[in-house]
């Protein structure tokens, strides 16, 4: 049985503060990446990504 999740062992050359800073960091990019699938994956949103796509500021032409 394998057994899904997140686990923590602090790492004991690390300052409380580092240590805190970081798994902010893990958590937030997880919470992140996780909302980002869910829009993703909402059927009949594909227009919405056409739409971002088009909002995108364009880059300049380079004149050769």
């Known amino acids: 049985m394998s057994v899904r999740g997140i686990f923590y062992v602090p790492h ?3 300052t409380p503060e580092a240590e805190a800073g970081a798994l902010a960091s893990v958590y937030a990019f997880i919470m992140r990446t996780h909302e980002e699938k869910k829009k ?6 594909s227009h919405d990504a056409e739409e971002s796509k088009n909002d ?9």
């Open 12 to 14: 004991p050359d690390t």
């Open 40 to 45: 993703a994956a909402r059927p009949g949103r």
């Open 56 to 64: 995108r500021p364009t880059e300049p032409e380079c004149n050769r």
